[in-house]
Structures are given as C-alpha cells and as structure tokens.
C-alpha cells in the first residue's frame, strides 16, 4: 500500500466520527434546549436577580465567537479553576451552552409574539401564571418558533465541526487525518462535506415535518 492510497476501513473511520459529531450534536441541542428554555421561563416570570443574569449571559454567548468560548473552557477552566477538562467535557459544555443562549433569544421571541390580551383573558377566567404559561402561551410559542430553531439545530451541527481543533476526534478531525495521510485534500473534505450536507439535510426535513404537523395541531386546535 503506498503512502497516499486509501481503504476500505477510511469509510469505518468516516462513519465513526460522523458518530461523534451527531452524539455531540444530539446531546448538547437537548441540553441546551432545556436550558434555554428555563432562562426564557425565567425571563416569562420576572424573576429578580435571575432574570438580568440570565440576559447577561444570553448576551455573552450569543455575541461572542463559538471558538473562543471553546478555547476559554478547555484551556481558560483548568488554569483558572484547577481542575481536569476534557476536549469532550469543553465542546459539551461550550455547545450546550451557545445552544442555550440562542433558544432562548428564539422562546423570549416566540413568547412575545403572543397578544397580551390573550394572557389577561386567561387570567380573567381564574387561570393561574402557570396555566396560563402551559395552555395560552406554550402552544402558540412553540408553533411560532418551531423555525427558527429547526435553523438554529442546522447552524449548531455545522458548528460542532470546531471541536476538532481541542482534540476531539469528530468528522472533521477524521478528514483532517486522511487528508494529511493521502494528500488528497479535494477528494477528503469533499467526502466529509458531503457527510455534513446530508446530515444536516436530515435535520431540516425531520424539523419541516415536525412544524407542519405541529402548526396543523395548532390551527385545528384554535390556536
């Protein structure tokens, strides 16, 4: 086997970290979007104290780039704080994070979208904040905001290719591995570009569904 040529098990290698990159992908959405969720339940309530760190710190992630958050938890965390960070440990908390800020910004959105009227009707009729929240509010933000974050979701998965540079060893960082051992740049990151597209093709076309069935709900519910 010369030096350049490739093999069968590069496609085992390709799948394995297209495997990393969706595990990371599908844990820190979730995670990040119960977390934005709670900041924008947070921000619906008027929790004091809570309420201007939660927008501060919404501000923060969304303004800053992803890769300098990245760097700041995997290299910023252990020389401030002492303590162990793993490159997998870094991109789970950066990306959940990031992803938390973002769903936030879309749910406070989403939720401001909605009448006031509504909400004081609701109110009228005895329900309580929290009814309010679970039956006026939270059906009519969801339909409004499914997009949005059917987008976001795309943006994030794209993002996840920055992992690679703190080791971890994701599609990207596969492809950089096969393009340094063939020399065969154009073929490689043609491979691994695809692998991205039809990734994240995947993820709007479950996300279109999802909204189109949730909006059907919505309008069929009166909503």
């Known amino acids: 086997m ?15 970290g297209l495997g990393v990159s969706l595990a990371l992908f ?9 977390i934005g969720l709670i900041w924008a339940v947070i921000r619906f309530y008027k929790v004091p104290v809570l309420t201007p760190i939660v927008t501060f ?16 938890v995997f290299f ?27 769903v936030y910004v879309i749910a406070v959105s989403a939720i401001e979208s909605i009448g006031r009227e509504q909400i004081e009707a609701a109110r009228v009729f005895g329900l309580t904040r929290w ?18 974050l059917v987008a976001l979701l795309v943006n ?10 703190i080791g971890v060893v994701d599609l990207t960082k596969i492809g950089n591995i096969l393009n340094m051992r063939t020399l065969k740049p154009f073929i490689v990151w043609t491979a ?10 995947l993820v709007a076309l479950l996300g279109t569904r999802f909204e189109n069935r949730l909006r059907a709900y919505s309008a069929w519910r009166g909503l």
């Open 57 to 72: 710190f919404s501000e923060l992630l969304k303004n800053s780039p992803v890769l300098v958050q990245l760097f700041l």
């Open 192 to 201: 691994v570009g695809l692998l991205y597209y039809t990734a994240a093709k």
């Open 156 to 165: 994030q998965l794209q993002v996840t290719s920055l992992i690679s540079v």
């Open 76 to 102: 910023g965390l252990p020389g401030l704080l002492h303590i162990r960070v793993t490159p997998v440990t870094a991109a789970t908390i950066t990306l959940s994070a990031n992803t938390a800020a973002f």
């Open 2 to 16: 010369r030096f350049t040529d490739f093999t069968s098990y590069d496609l085992v290698l390709l799948a394995q």
């Open 131 to 148: 009814q309010v929240l679970r039956h006026v509010v939270a059906p009519q933000a969801a339909a409004f905001a499914i997009g949005p």
């Open 26 to 34: 599908l844990g820190t959405s979730l995670i990040g979007l119960v």
